[in-house]
């Protein structure tokens, strides 16, 4: 397991990278969104066979259920994100 910000320039075979939730990534207090827009691009990069893109339906707060949708990021790439994704790079 390794933070987005040592994946650069490393390569995987596969790449999971969890939580793709808005308010959790980005943050809610992100102050640069560009940034973190960088960071999910070098992490979806790193992967060399399978890259795993995963959400959660409900987060829990403070001890309460919390229902957040799809990162803006997976929102940006166009693509249905009721289930979770599994990309295999040819």
């Keep these: 397991m390794k933070s ?6 490393k390569v ?5 990278i969890l939580a793709l939730n808005q308010g959790i990534f980005p943050g809610k207090m992100a102050s640069d969104l560009e940034k973190e827009r960088k960071l999910f691009y070098v992490a979806a990069t790193r992967a060399s066979r399978y890259l795993f893109l995963l959400t959660r339906e409900k987060d829990f707060r403070w001890g309460a259920p919390v229902l957040t949708g799809p990162s803006l990021f997976l929102q940006e790439l166009g693509v249905d994100f009721d289930n979770n994704i599994l990309y295999e790079m040819e």
Excluded: Q
Aim: hydrophobic share 55%; aromatic share 18%.
């Design 12 to 16: 995987w075979e596969a790449v999971f």
């Design 4 to 9: 987005l910000e040592s994946l650069s320039g």
